[in-house]
């Protein structure tokens, strides 16, 4: 079955970094594009990234783009996105999504249970 | 890439219809047959309910439907049941990016 399991959340001082990675498995996971999306607390969903199967494409939310950036490593199965420049109103639950088809434009169908960060001084 | 409009809160009987909106413009819901729409119970990742407009996937109840025209899609559940009660979430692609509602609390009374 189909597993995301989303890790390296954490408290962080404004202005500093940190590294989200997703383990999957259950799927072939170079076959699909894969997607970031947050949720603050008590707040809505927010599209954060995604990329492509192949990691040649990949498009970020503009509040975001800059300081954000998506990649994956298809031998090790995994989707990763390095934050830079953290800032408060970025605090909120980080989740790993994949598409229920291949194409880049097919709609999520499946998330992790989510990493929490929290930027905070 | 503005957040999509949904009411924030929507309320019906078991047994009733509720129809919820989802507002977009002509650069996202209104150009692109690629809206979905997700249910979210509290402390639980989303559920994906309806995709490209009206398709359910496997194992949604024919109870959702969905639609759209224009700039606004929009989800009905009917014969409403408690398990409904949920936060639901529209989608749409915008060219390039991805943008969801504010999302609608419904209540079964």
């Known amino acids: 079955q189909v597993q995301l399991v989303e890790s390296g959340g954490g408290v962080v001082q404004p202005g500093r970094s940190l590294r989200l990675s997703c383990a999957a498995s259950g799927f072939t996971f170079d076959t699909y594009p894969m997607h970031w999306v947050r949720q603050a607390p008590g707040k809505g969903l927010e599209w954060v990234a995604v990329?492509?199967?192949?990691?040649?494409?990949?498009y970020h939310a503009d509040s975001v783009r800059g300081r954000f950036s998506i990649s994956r490593d298809n031998s090790k199965n995994t989707l990763s996105l390095q934050m830079d420049g953290l800032r408060a109103e970025d605090s909120a639950l980080y989740y790993c999504?994949?598409?229920?088809?291949?194409?880049?434009?097919?709609?999520?169908?499946?998330w992790g249970q989510g990493t929490l960060v929290t930027v905070a001084s | 890439q503005s957040a999509l409009t949904q009411p924030a809160s929507v309320s019906g009987s078991p047994g009733q219809s509720i129809t919820i909106s989802c507002t977009g413009t002509s650069r996202d819901v209104g150009s692109y047959n690629l809206v979905s729409w997700y249910q979210q119970h509290p402390g639980k990742a989303p559920k994906l309910m309806i995709y490209?407009?009206?398709k359910r996937p496997s194992g949604v109840s024919n109870r959702f439907s969905a639609s759209k025209s224009g700039n606004t899609a929009s989800l009905t559940i009917s014969g409403l049941q408690t398990e409904d009660e949920a936060d639901y979430y529209c989608c749409s692609y915008a060219r390039s990016s991805w943008v969801f509602g504010g999302g609608t609390k419904l209540t079964v009374l």
């Open positions: 990329i492509s199967y192949d990691g040649a494409t990949h």
């Open positions: 999504a994949k598409p229920r088809d291949t194409l880049i434009l097919d709609a999520i169908d499946f």
């Open positions: 490209e407009v009206t």
